[in-house]
């Protein structure tokens, strides 16, 4: 089994331990006893406006727990960014620390799989005061379908989808932005906002 493949077994398996079910099916390869194909990967749910968003609490950079709901009667823009102190994630940390005078009472909540040490280094070094969220075994990425297989330099591997989602006093998606570049982000928070 070549390099991919193994990833896609152990996708697999991980998904089927946390859900109860499977996410591949195996499909007859002429002249082969049958082959493993992942079809739950590119069929990730996306969350839609007027969905709930799905609940998370997740320890932040100083280690608290933080629920989405003790934020309910307020708007929140959830951010996913693959990895803290890396140029994306950066560009895209501070354009929204840069905007956050001018949202008012929303609240920016970031959200990777990095723990928290790592979090707090990355808050301090670019004086980010919003939460960053540790999201280690990436279950609330997989909530909000930003837990991909991706490719690079020839190499397959699972990791966030840069992604984000403001979500209204309700509790309600009101825009989802899945593949959003670090410079769009706070173009699209704003533009949501009326600002």
């Known amino acids: 089994m070549g390099h991919s493949g193994q990833i896609a077994q152990n996708y697999h ?3 089927s331990r946390r859900h109860g079910t499977s996410c591949v099916g195996s499909l007859p390869a002429s002249g082969e006893g049958g082959r493993t194909t992942v079809i739950g990967m590119s069929n990730v749910v996306q ?15 100083d280690g608290d727990k933080v629920r989405l709901a ?15 102190d890396t140029p994306g994630c950066t560009q895209q940390s501070c354009l929204l620390r840069d905007v956050e005078p001018q949202i008012g009472d929303t ?22 005061q919003f939460p960053l969220l540790a999201d ?29 989602f403001l979500i209204g006093t309700s ?25």
Do not use: C
Not at 70 to 78: A, D, E, P, Q, T
Not at 139 to 164: H, L, N, P
């Open 13 to 15: 398996i991980e998904w």
């Open 107 to 128: 609240a920016i909540i970031g959200i990777s799989p990095d723990p928290s040490a790592k979090q707090r280094k990355f808050a301090d070094k670019y004086q980010l």
């Open 136 to 164: 280690v075994d990436h279950v609330v990425a997989e909530k909000y379908g930003v837990w991909k297989q991706k490719s690079m330099y020839g190499r397959t591997y699972m990791g966030i989808e840069r992604s984000a």
């Open 70 to 84: 003790s934020f309910k009667g307020r708007r929140v823009f959830v951010y996913f960014y693959p990895k803290a």
């Open 171 to 195: 509790g309600k998606i009101e825009q989802a932005w899945y593949k959003v570049s670090p410079k769009d982000t706070p173009v699209n928070l704003l533009k949501a906002l009326g600002r």
């Open 47 to 61: 969350l839609a406006p007027g969905r709930a968003a799905p609940a998370f609490t997740l320890l932040d950079q």
